[in-house]
Structures are given as C-alpha cells and as structure tokens.
C-alpha cells in the first residue's frame, strides 16, 4: 500500500472514529433518511437552513466505516455554506466517485473528502461514500419540514 493510501485510510478511520457533525438537530428546517441495502448503511441527515445557509448540519444512523466517515467530511463541509453552493458540491462529489480512470486533482474545496478517492476501485463502496451525499441532496429538494425554513 502506497504512503498515499495509507494517509487516506487514517483519514476515513479518523472521520469513522471521531465523526464531525454527529447527533440530531432540536429544530431541523430539513430531515431526510438515506439506506443503502446493499451493505446495511443508514444515514440520517438533518440541516438547520437559515436565510439560504446551512447553519448546522447533522447526520445519524450507522453502517460501514466508509458511509459514516463521509457523512462525517460531509457535515464538516457543508456548515455554513449557501444551499446553492452545498448542491454544488455534491455534484462535484457524485462525479468525482462516479468517474473512471484517472482523476484530476480534487477542487481543493472538497477537503478531506479526497480521501475517499480510493474507494472508486471498489464499486460496491462508492454506494457507500455516496449515501449520505444523496441523502442529503433529497433533504434539501424534498425534505423540508413545514414552516420551519426562511
Ligand atoms: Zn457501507
């Protein structure tokens, strides 16, 4: 295993063992549950959304060092930034885990999630790295609680 590798992995155990952004939000203006069958992960992520911005963001739920340690980077990420911008970043992400062959450097924007670059080897993983990235995309199209968000 390359040196590279080794640091990504410390990475996603770091995330897995000490998530960012973990727990329940007392008021979520957005909640959505994300499952991934194919390996038993659950996600839920809530967003508290003020003026366009996600004020706070929390995931819960369990699964795979891989779905937990992204929601965790995705948490991290996403606090403070326009919804605008959030949904950028989760197509970047989506693509980024969806493409073949080489990749170019990652939008530095992306942080920590770059590492999870390993995982695209592995395609039943990436259902995984994605779970809480799509989850999170349906909460901001769909999962808005009634009369919580300005
Ligand atoms: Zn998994």
Known sequence: MSLCEDL?????????????GKG???APTHREEGLNPVCGDEVVMELDVREGKVCEARFSGHGCSISQASASMLTELIAGQPMDQV???????????????????????L???EALDGVRKYPVRIKCALLA??????????????????
């Open 8 to 20: 990504y992995r410390d990475i996603i155990l770091d995330h897995y063992q000490h998530p960012r």
């Open 133 to 150: 990235w799509t989850t999170l995309q349906r909460a901001m199209l769909e999962g808005e609680i009634d009369g919580k968000a300005t």
């Open 24 to 26: 329940t939000l007392p």
């Open 87 to 109: 949904g950028e970043l989760i197509e970047k992400f989506k693509t980024r885990m969806t493409t073949r062959g080489e990749l170019g450097e990652c939008p530095c924007e």
């Open 111 to 113: 942080g920590d999630v």
